[in-house]
Every structure is written in C-alpha cells, then in structure tokens.
C-alpha cells in the first residue's frame, strides 16, 4: 500500500475539521401564565442562556461543563446533572442517536429559580445541541414535544424555541400545539424578581388537585378577554384579563411580600400584573412609567427585608437561534 502525502494531509485536514465542529446557541428567557392563562401563556423575553458545544475526540471524559454569568458560583451543575447536557443526552437517545465528547461553554443571564423559564431555556439549548452536533433535523413538532416531556408543560419551552407571545395546547398524545402572535411594541414588560429561589416542582405542591367550576369559568373568561384585549388594542382590560384563581392565591405565601407586591395597586401607566411562571418574580405590563411601576412592586418585597431586582425587558420574537 502506498500512502502518498495528499492521504496524509487530507486525513489531518479531516481530523480538524471533526475536531474544529463547533455550534453555538442563544435561548430567550420567558414568563409564562400571564395571570389567567395558567401553561398555556408563554412570553419570550431578552435575556439569554447562550451555549457553545464544540466536539473534542481526543477527550477522555464524555463532556466537560464551563458555566459563566448567572448560577457560575456552583448553582448550575458542571458535571453530570447539567440540565443542558442531559437534554442532549435523552435527545440523542430518543432519536438513536450517540453523542461525541463535547466541551460546553455556557452563559447564562437568566435569574434561577425565579419564574424566568431557566430550565425551558436549558432544555431547548440541550436539544437543539444534540440536533447539531449529530446532524440530525428535528422539527418544530419534535423539538417542543421532546421539550415539553422534559419540563412538564409546555407554555416556557414554546416560547423560548418559538419566540414572542406563544399559546400552546399539550394533546392527549404528548404533541404540543404552538401558535405564535405578535407582540404590541407599545406595551413595555417589567419584571421584578425577589432573591428567593422556588423551585417549579415546589411550587406545584401547594396547587390542589380539583377546583371548584365557578374559578375553572373565571379563568377562561379572563384567559380570553387576554387575547381580545391585545387583538384590539384596548389594554385598559389587561387588568381584569390577568386576574387568577387557579395558581396565584395558592403560591403567593410562598415568599415574604409576594401577596403584597401581587397586590400593588395600579400606577400610572401600569395595565396588569401578575405572577410571572411559578415565580417568585412578578411580572407587570405598562404603556409608560416602567422603571416607576417596578420600584413601587420591588418596595412590596423590600419591606418584608427580601431585597429584589428591577428589569425592564423587551420581548424577544427571534425564539431560539442557532449559529
């Protein structure tokens, strides 16, 4: 057998350019309910999780973690229970597929813990990576079932993947139907997050199991007077549109000055206000006044001694990008 120096140097160029594969992905935060519209509501936002997944063959260990920005003190894992590399994982295993090694970069923006869909933003991450690395296609379909089944409902992961105001309806099957609408650009989103962590699954505990059909009928109303408030324009309705009785009164006890700032009477500007996911953070609309309207629920928090952030966050209407 002959080797000639071409073989060589188009093997080695080969071997880089495995070694060279890299892809990189940016995820939207998002808040989701949006008072009556309990997981079926979902609102991207910008503030992003982005991750850079390069294949590295030669490595000895199947994938090492490095986490910068939010949760890099040690909150996000960097081993094993990376929730962005078990997404990769159960991806690849759905779709009979085998993960190279990989090296994972990961910055994150979001708050943890506080209502802001950082778990959907990880999991979308996950597999949309595993997708890439194994170039394998999945659709839309694919991705927000594979995505709901490892969140538990699908209001979060829709709209980190799809982008601006998402509505979703999980089907008996597991199947996530999505419709997208767009967002009014004069209507700012303030969120204000508490430093207090609660945990999803915490904070599904205290729903009850039944509710009485006198609140399952004035969330749908609510729910629907949500949509034909922003159709029309008449934003003055948000306010009755975003009232609840399904998941806020039973969460609200769950961190000192929550009920107080869910209940912060309206300001100037202000068209409602609600519980943002499972919270803690609370999440208002306004026409003006933004940075106002945040103080004055952030004092609701303050005075029970929890300190808390204000962000002024326009909504993302890109989804999911990858690069």
Not at 128 to 140: K, N
Not at 177 to 182: D, E, F, G, M
Not at 288 to 315: S, Y
């Amino acid at each position: 057998m002959v080797i000639r120096a071409a073989d060589i140097t188009e093997a080695g160029e080969e071997q880089r350019r495995i070694r060279d594969r890299s892809f990189s992905v940016r995820v939207p935060a998002s808040t989701a309910n949006l008072g009556a519209g309990f997981d079926c509501f979902g609102l991207a936002l910008k503030l992003y999780l982005t991750v850079k997944a390069k294949v590295v063959p030669e490595a000895t260990v199947a994938c090492r973690v490095r986490n910068t920005g939010e949760g890099s003190d040690g909150t996000l894992a960097s081993t094993e229970e990376n929730l962005i590399l078990r997404s990769m994982r159960v991806t690849a295993e759905r779709e009979g597929l085998t993960l190279p090694s990989l090296e994972l970069d990961v910055n994150n923006e979001l708050p943890l813990a506080r209502g802001l869909g950082s778990s959907a933003t990880a999991i979308v991450a996950g597999i949309t990576l595993a997708a890439l690395v194994c170039d394998r296609e999945l659709s839309a379909e694919t991705v927000l079932r594979y995505a709901a089944e490892m969140e538990g409902h699908a209001d979060n992961v829709a709209a980190a993947y799809l982008g601006g105001l998402v509505i979703t309806c999980l089907k008996s099957d597991g199947s996530v139907l999505a419709v997208k609408r767009s967002w009014p650009s004069e209507l700012k989103v303030v969120v204000v997050s508490p430093e207090a962590f609660l945990k999803t699954a915490e904070s599904r505990i205290v729903l009850p199991a039944n509710v009485p059909r006198a609140d399952a009928v004035f969330n749908l109303q609510r729910a629907a007077l949500f949509g034909a408030a922003l159709e029309t324009g008449a934003y003055d309705l948000l306010w009755d549109a975003m009232q609840d009785r399904l998941h806020q009164v039973h969460r609200q006890s769950l961190v000192p000055g929550l009920a107080e700032a869910l209940a912060t009477p309206r300001q100037p500007g202000m068209v409602g206000i609600a519980l943002s996911g499972s919270g803690p953070s609370v999440v208002a609309f306004a026409r003006d006044h933004p940075d106002d309207i945040g103080e004055a629920i952030a004092e609701k928090f303050r005075q029970h001694d929890v300190p808390a952030k204000v962000r002024v966050l326009e909504v993302d209407q890109e989804g999911c990008k990858y690069f």
